[in-house]
Each structure stands twice: as C-alpha cells, then as structure tokens.
C-alpha cells in the first residue's frame, strides 16, 4: 500500500469511528458504551477494528435505529380501541420531538 493509501485508510477509520459514535450517541449512548459495543460484536479492540468492521457496527447501529423508529410507528398506529386523541404519552413532547429528529437524520 502506497503512503496515500495508507492515509486513505486511516481517513475511512476515523470517519467510519465518528459516524459510529455519532449513532450510539442518537441512542443515547456513552461513547465507552459505544466502544464497549463495537469491541463485543467484532471480538477486537475497537483501535484494532478495520474499516470493514467499523462497517458492520455502523449498520448494526443503523438497524437498531430502524427497529426503533419502526417500533415508535406502530405503538403510534390508532387501534380501534383508542380515543380520538391517541394513546396518552409519558414522554414530554420537546424530547419527542428530539428523539424523533435525530432518529430521521441518522437513518434518513
């Protein structure tokens, strides 16, 4: 690998680490979750990870997203038992709101 290749690959590392972590941060998870997360799933220290690995706990993380956001959908389906209004809500609606934005622009 020729010295801009090496630098290519390092790029791709770092990116593919800050979209990792910027997606368990949408979860609201702690960075060391994050590593802790990605080390647990690929068997490998999460310095050691290479950019296909980084890969595979991206989409892991986008899968947990997407089962989330299909899960939220259907507990906002109406039933036909529901009232008018919907179901009564337990989360204030500003970090609904949050949530559901971050959620979009991750998966979106």
């Known amino acids: 690998m020729t010295v801009d290749g090496v630098a290519v690959a390092r790029g791709e590392r770092a990116r593919l680490r800050a979209d990792v972590l910027r997606l368990g941060a949408l979860l609201g998870w702690a960075p060391r979750d994050v ?15 290479s950019p296909a690995e980084l890969a595979t706990i991206r989409d892991e993380y986008l899968a947990l997203i997407g089962a989330i956001r299909a899960r939220a959908g259907r507990a906002r389906a109406p039933t036909a038992g529901d009232s008018p209004r919907g179901r009564a809500r337990t989360t204030p609606p500003d970090q609904r709101r949050a949530g559901a934005a971050a959620a979009q622009r991750a998966v979106g």
């Open 35 to 49: 590593v802790a997360f990605g080390e647990a799933l690929t068997l490998r220290p999460w310095r050691r990870c």
